[in-house]
């Protein structure tokens, strides 16, 4: 039976990606890389190890251990961690990962995933696409909730989307808020929720949230998400519009995302 190794962070991707993959008849062999990763995770995998993120050889270790010679990654890992005030990790590095850390020529996160990947291969590991196995998770354009947008969030969407594959272009974020052609925030080390937080405070309601793919989208990480606490904290601050690109952006468990949009108020759209 084939297998995959399983690296999760946090959020609810990583357990459909193990849902769909024993649906294939493949075993998965789940790498729990924070506290906070989603509980299910353990029940749904073959097999399930908590290993912190910072321990780069345990992990490698495991990995190897169950023959694993395919990985994918999958939920949200923020940037934060590895770099601290001083500059070091937040996290407790093994050698190897504070070896990894050390000899990053910047901290883009194409850089830092990229270092990661090539550690992988040097112990014969290749790193999947994320959407091999959850790419019906990636809506086609259209308008995914039944409450349609204004003339007035059309033009903020196109807008938003424009700002947010500007800022995939140089490698620092894929969320933008906007409104009325302006825009609110741009994400950068924070991630998407404090993004939406602070642009939506900015905005005083209504602003519109854009989700892109980087131009040169590496699909073997950091494949832009949307799900239910996108959402939450689009409710907080009182934005109205959620548009993310169609094709290229994973909608994560769509069912009680849209219930919750049209509880709100909220209008989402996949655009190309």
């Known amino acids: 039976m084939k297998k995959i190794g399983l690296l999760a962070g946090v959020g609810r991707l990583p357990v459909e990606c193990a849902k769909a993959a024993k649906a294939m008849g493949i075993e998965v062999y789940a790498v729990g890389l924070l506290p906070e990763v989603d509980e299910e995770l353990r029940a749904v995998a073959t097999d399930y190890a908590d290993i912190s993120i910072g321990q780069l050889q345990a992990i490698i270790d495991y990995l ?3 023959e694993i010679t395919e990985v994918t990654m999958l939920g949200k890992v923020t940037k934060e961690l590895l770099f601290g005030p001083n500059g070091m990790p937040l996290v407790m590095p093994d050698m190897r990962m504070l070896g990894l850390v050390m000899t990053l020529p910047n901290r883009e996160d194409d850089t830092i995933m990229l270092s990661f990947v090539a550690e992988l291969a040097k112990e014969g590991m290749k790193a999947l696409d994320q959407t091999e196995l959850i790419r019906p998770l990636m809506p086609p354009a259209g308008t995914i909730t039944k409450l349609e947008p204004t003339e007035e969030q059309l ?5 938003g989307l424009k700002m ?8 620092v974020g894929q969320t933008a808020v906007v409104k009325n052609l302006a825009v609110m925030a741009l994400e950068a080390i924070e991630g998407t929720d404090a993004c939406i937080k602070r642009g939506g405070q900015l905005a005083k309601g209504g602003a519109v949230v854009a989700k892109a793919a980087k131009p040169k989208q590496d699909n073997r990480f950091d494949v ?8 939450e904290s689009m409710i907080e601050v009182g934005a109205k519009a959620l548009v993310i690109e169609a094709g290229k952006t994973l909608l994560v468990e769509k069912e009680k995302v849209v219930e919750l949009a049209e509880a709100n108020g909220i209008t989402i759209v996949a655009m190309e």
């Open 224 to 231: 832009p998400a949307v799900g239910t606490k996108t959402l």
């Open 164 to 171: 947010a594959r500007m800022i995939g272009g140089i490698d």
């Open 64 to 66: 190897k251990g169950n």
């Open 155 to 159: 033009k903020d969407m196109e807008f």
